[in-house]
């Protein structure tokens, strides 16, 4: 799993940004106050399993979890 960063140093930088670092399933709904200045998560640790395969399950999760969250980030916007 990769080293989570403070994803909030975006905030005060120009332009757009992939997002990574310690992306799970979990802590996906904290992305939320950044997703203005994001175009996509670059997600890998974070959905294997205990031997380093991709888990299918935690993969569903995190896709479903990102529609969550965008879901509601547009609906708070409108």
């Known amino acids: 799993e990769g080293v989570r960063i403070d994803w909030s140093l975006i905030s005060g930088l120009d ?3 992939m997002l990574a670092g ?4 979990e802590n996906l ?3 939320a106050p ?3 200045k ?3 998560f670059d997600v890998s640790g974070g959905v294997e399993d205990a ?4 888990d299918p399950e935690k993969v569903r999760r ?3 979890v990102g529609k969550q ?4 980030a547009e609906t708070a916007r409108t």
């Open 15 to 17: 332009g757009a940004f």
């Open 22 to 25: 310690g992306l799970t399933p």
């Open 29 to 31: 709904p904290e992305t």
């Open 34 to 36: 950044y997703l203005d």
């Open 38 to 40: 994001v175009f996509g």
């Open 51 to 54: 031997y380093g395969d991709k």
């Open 62 to 64: 995190f896709v479903s």
């Open 69 to 72: 969250v965008l879901t509601a």
